[in-house]
């Protein structure tokens, strides 16, 4: 199976930084990396897909690049909201086993 | 707009089923690939296992045979068996819709649910 390790598990940031999430898979997986945003009791939300494509809705201020097994989420400047755990995660194996990365939380600093 | 909705018992004992149901309202269900997902309290997601609507499915190695999703089109929902379950099941479990053209990525995902098991 794949494996998705993200770094760092936890930042702290203030409103207003520039916010970069790592990961990474222990194979080539191309582009087939999703984002998702978690708020405490909430489901996850889906960011982007595709490893750079945003989703419908959401603010341009995120965005994704990399390919193979290097990704990055990059969220360039910071609002209130915005403050959640992140998870990365492979669909390279869809529909077999996918994986997500352990998480990142970001909390305000 | 399409919404999941997941139910079922949120307290299961030791070594019996848990069972819970997704139900998809504001489209078919004959469509896509569907998904159940767990979230243990304070860790991290977990992928439990796809249907396909031609009824067709995956499942975690890791749950080690223990898992059946099956889905009815008649109700238009998809539900989730997990057998001989531990304390280690407790977790939030969540329904989800991976939809053509996104990647394979999990474009709409029910609220959770809550599932502890314990005597």
């Known amino acids: 199976d794949i494996q998705m390790t993200q770094s760092p598990s936890s930042v702290s940031a203030s409103v207003g930084d520039r916010v970069t999430i790592t990961c990474r898979a222990s194979q080539d997986i191309s582009y087939w990396l999703a984002w998702y945003q978690q708020k405490p009791g909430e489901a996850p939300k889906l960011l982007i897909y595709?490893?750079?494509t945003l989703q419908t809705g959401v603010p341009l201020r995120f965005s994704g690049s990399g390919s193979g097994t290097d990704f990055t989420l990059t969220i360039s400047s910071l609002q209130p909201e915005d403050f959640a755990t992140y998870y990365c995660?492979?669909?390279?194996?869809?529909?077999?086993?996918?994986?997500f990365g352990q998480g990142t939380r970001l909390e305000i600093k | 707009q399409v919404q999941l909705q997941e139910s079922g018992p949120g307290l299961v004992k030791p070594s019996e089923t848990l069972s819970l149901t997704c139900t998809v309202s504001?489209?078919?269900?004959?469509?896509?690939?569907w998904s159940w997902i767990r979230q243990p309290p304070g860790k991290g997601l977990e992928w439990i296992g796809y249907i396909h609507y031609s009824g067709s499915t995956n499942y975690n190695p890791s749950l080690k045979g223990r898992v059946t999703i099956s889905l009815d089109t008649s109700k238009n929902d998809f539900s989730l068996r997990l057998t001989s379950v531990t304390t280690a099941d407790t977790a939030v479990y969540y329904c989800a819709r991976v939809r053509n053209g996104f990647w394979a990525a999990y474009d709409n995902w029910g609220q959770g649910t809550l599932v502890t098991v314990s005597s």
């Open positions: 995660q492979q669909t390279d194996s869809f529909p077999q086993e996918i994986t």
């Open positions: 595709g490893a750079s």
């Open positions: 504001g489209g078919s269900i004959s469509t896509y690939y």
